[in-house]
């Protein structure tokens, strides 16, 4: 039991934080404090600086433009980027390195591998993730966009929803049926497929923060050629669920960092307000301090599992879970911390979509507002808290499925 | 980064469950259920010199195993995971202050190593509580030592130990006494305990004859780390329950059928699990990092011992609350072990501060 990074990490997390330094004025205060439209041209400058000196997917192999080091450094970096006001990479990092590069790492070809990571290394293809349909979003194997392969070339006819950043990517994964004969979780293959292309219109869609970060994806005979297909032919699912894996799993404890200064940030919200010394107030801040602590433990449970060579396995949908009704739990309390300052937004919007806001940013009641508005969501993307909570009962306590309805049984 | 237990660790783990399985398990908790508390003497000696997890973190010079505290929360896991009745939590947290006692303690550790002597601690005055005891007991010195007068109380296996070890006022300041059970001016007091296999009740002492463990100088340091490690150590034993009492719900889900089903395959029942799995393993990891802060000494030791304390008073009341509910009728029997879990998790979370008051002690820590 040793639950600190080893002095190797150590000695280089202290080499980044120099470096990081060097990138910020002497008196930064953190990104939060930007204004906000300025955010995302920032996240892009800075990404492209921790590009240029290596540090950006430091865990991948070198021959795909990492660094191959442990998974640690990795942590030890999003760490320090959270702890120096910086945002830990762009929005569409999420898929691109998170969610498809490590999928590819472990399921695609040597020369997918070589034409596709170092690319999303450099930022020069962003990627979004094409799972949800309007008919198939928990029940994501009953997914009917289908492809069909022609001369070596998959062409894909149907529809995508609810996909982030589609309006910013360049490449979509995308999981779609090409088996229409076969049980329904066999019929499935994951595609790589280029966005900018005739068969492809992207159609943004308002959220309940009046922002529009997410799309539907309307394919009518796109094309994507048949060396993109991720996996082997109708082995999608298998592909599909590993990726979700890295989806929940793998977060919590770079997560858990920025949940830690949002909770700094809500304390000076209840001292600015003067309710920091109410009974009921502190109680709430304390649990949520041991919930955050607690997350991060959890992630290095899963780190140390990962080092060992282990998969996370249905402990990431307990992590998903963890992170995302606590930011519930927080957000409420912001709520009541604001009083009826809730009536009004005033002040700055947050620069991050989900879950916490940049390091740094102001406590004005926009902010709180439109991130307690977006915890929502949380509880909803990569899998609702109910079908976690049905994964965590079936895969780690043992308990049976549910009996399927006869219509959705094989297809 | 390593967050897991070692080979060894593990080896402990499972080597003592096997043990209890065989020596303690579902029989000692009928028992428990059918006749009342009374100590298995020979489980006792087995696990204090076969096993000895008594002296697990003592010194080796007095018979002990010098493992660390992160071993003691395993050990308490699994006794909190069996609902054991008998005072090894009580032992071990006096021995957390008869370690300061100099020469004279060197024999009075090898007998809590040995288990042939109970020991527990007497802390909390009328009106007080283990980290304030208040000032009511009063130590005055006689010429063959000391006596002491005054009434401690919610003191844990009051009636089965030899010898308390007390918080007590001498003229410049609390000090740390020993005290034996059958010296002129000892009673006890018991009261009905919540928690059939912890029995509660209050030590009176009428000038009774004391041995000074440690002085003022020291004392208040201890009684801040004998705190922390109360909590830590109560917490293990609160994961271990609760998550004993989760596995006793799901096991039952799927043996007990209704509508033609394992009511294990309704989703009401599966959720209320995987809740209470989520919060098991968040006291888990609370607890577990605590442990080693303690043995690390860290300096944010003290915060995360109540982190973990407010964690695990919620994750076993949830689990062994959900457990009566999963079971029906027949979890609200006397002859059930569940409510065995239900009253062991209200009792231990009052043990050494509620999770309210540990949440306002994190606040207090962290200067909210
Ligand atoms: C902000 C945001 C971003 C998103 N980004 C992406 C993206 O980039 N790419 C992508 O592919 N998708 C994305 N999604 C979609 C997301 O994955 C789906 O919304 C989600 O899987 C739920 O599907 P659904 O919306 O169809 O709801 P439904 O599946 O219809 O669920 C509706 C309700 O029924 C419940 N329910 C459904 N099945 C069960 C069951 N078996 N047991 C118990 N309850 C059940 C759900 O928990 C939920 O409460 C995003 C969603 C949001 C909100």
């Known amino acids: ?52 000196r290596g540090y950006i997917g430091v865990s991948w192999p070198q021959e795909y433009g990492g660094r191959g080091l442990s998974a640690e450094y990795q942590v030890a970096i999003a760490e320090e980027l959270t702890r120096q006001g910086l945002p830990q990479g762009i929005a ?42 309007p008919q198939s979003g928990s029940d ?26 589609a309006h910013l990517a360049d490449w979509i994964f995308v999981l779609v049926r090409t088996d229409p004969d076969a049980a329904k979780h066999r019929g ?97 801040i304390a649990w949520c301090r041991s919930r955050v602590f607690a997350m991060r433990l959890m992630g290095y449970r899963a780190l140390t599992r990962t080092l060992s060579g282990e998969g996370i396995g249905p ?11 606590y930011h519930r739990v927080l957000t409420e309390l912001s709520m009541d911390i604001l009083g009826e300052d809730v009536l009004t937004l005033r002040g700055r919007r947050p620069a991050i979509p989900d879950g916490p806001d940049a390091p740094g940013a102001p406590t004005d009641s926009a902010g709180w507002i439109t991130t307690f508005l977006n915890a929502r969501s949380s509880t909803i993307f990569a899998g609702t808290s109910q079908v976690q909570r049905n994964l965590l009962a079936e895969k780690i306590l043992g308990m049976p499925r549910e009996p399927r309805a006869e219509s959705s049984r094989g297809r | ?68 505290f992160l071993e003691t929360s395993i050990v308490l896991e699994e006794l909190g995971r069996d609902a054991y009745a008998g ?70 296996d009051a009636d089965t130990a030899d010898e308390f070890v007390v918080v007590a006022d001498l ?49 208040g340091e201890i009684l801040a780390d004998v705190n922390d490690k109360a909590a830590v150590a109560l917490s293990a034993e609160m994961v271990g329950g609760a998550d004993a009492a989760l596995r006793q719900a799901v096991a039952w889900s799927l043996e007990r059928t209704q509508f033609g089903r394992p009511i294990g395959s309704f989703q009401a029942i599966k959720h209320m699990s995987a809740d209470a799995l989520v919060e098991v393993e968040t006291a888990r990891v609370l607890t577990q990092y605590a442990a080693w802060a303690i043995d690390e000494r860290t300096p944010d030791r003290s915060v995360v011992a109540s982190m973990a304390k407010q964690a695990a008073s919620d994750a076993f009341s949830l689990a062994a609350g959900n457990n009566i509910q999963i079971h029906g009728g027949i979890g609200f029997t006397w002859e059930h072990s569940a409510h065995l879990y239900f009253r062991k998790a209200k009792a231990t979370s009052a043990l050494f501060g509620t999770a309210p008051q540990h949440r306002d002690r994190i606040a207090d820590l962290l200067a909210v």
């Open chain 1, 140 to 165: 994501l194997a009953s997914a009917s966009t289908t492809a069909v392969l022609e001369d070596g070339m998959w062409r894909i006819n149907g529809q995508k929803i609810w996909t982030s950043t």
């Open chain 1, 92 to 133: 569409s990092d999420v898929f691109g390195i998170q969610m498809f590069g490590s999928t590819l790492l472990a399921f695609g070809t040597e020369e997918q591998k070589q034409r596709f990571l170092p690319r999303i290394l450099s930022g020069e293809d962003k990627w979004c993730q094409g799972y949800s349909e």
């Open chain 1, 315 to 325: 402990e990431g949908a307990m992590n998903k879970l963890f992170w995302s009704e």
């Open chain 2, 171 to 219: 003229p410049d300041g609390p000090a740390w006494f020993r005290v034996a059970a059958d010296a002129p001016g000892v009673s006890v007091v018991m009261g009905e305990s919540l928690d059939l296999t912890r029995p509660i009740g209050q030590l009176v002492l009428q000038d009774a004859p004391a041995i000074l463990v440690v002085g003022p100088a020291a004392a």
């Open chain 1, 1 to 52: 039991m040793n639950p600190t990074f080893s002095a190797d990490v150590q000695a280089f997390q202290k080499e980044f934080a120099t470096f990081l330094r060097e990138l910020v004025p002497a008196d930064w205060a953190g990104a939060g404090t930007l204004p906000r439209e300025e955010y995302d041209a920032f996240a892009e400058k800075i990404r492209g600086q921790l590009y240029e």
């Open chain 2, 87 to 156: 005072p090894y939590f009580s032992t071990v947290a006096a021995s957390w202050v008869l370690q300061h006692a100099g020469e004279d303690g060197a024999t009075t550790l090898e007998q809590l190593a040995s288990g042939s002597r109970i020991f527990t601690l007497a802390i909390a005055d009328e009106g007080g509580t283990w980290a304030r005891p208040g000032h009511r007991t009063t130590a005055f010195e006689v010429a063959d030592g000391h006596r002491l007068a005054g009434l401690k109380v919610n003191v844990t």
């Open chain 1, 188 to 284: 499935l293959t994951l595609l790589a497929c280029p966005m900018d292309q005739p068969g492809i219109e992207v159609r943004q869609i308002q959220q309940i923060s009046g922002e529009a970060d997410f799309n539907e994806v309307f394919f009518t005979d796109a094309m994507t050629p048949e060396e993109n297909t991720i996996g082997s032919v109708s082995d999608g699912w298998r592909v599909a669920t590993a990726l979700l894996e890295h989806e929940r799993g793998g977060a919590a404890a770079v997560l858990a960092i920025r949940f830690a200064e949002e909770l700094d940030r809500l304390e000076e919200l209840a001292r600015e307000r003067g309710r920091h010394h109410e009974q009921d107030i502190r109680r709430r």
């Open chain 2, 1 to 68: 980064m390593q967050f897991s237990f070692s080979r060894e660790q593990e080896d402990l783990r499972s080597s003592l469950r096997d043990f209890l399985s065989r020596r303690s398990g579902s029989e000692a908790r009928n028992r428990v259920l059918k006749s009342g508390y009374a100590l298995d003497r020979g489980l006792w000696d087995s696990m204090a010199q076969q096993l000895g997890l008594l002296g697990l973190a003592l010194p080796e010079s007095v018979g002990g195993s010098e493992a660390g």
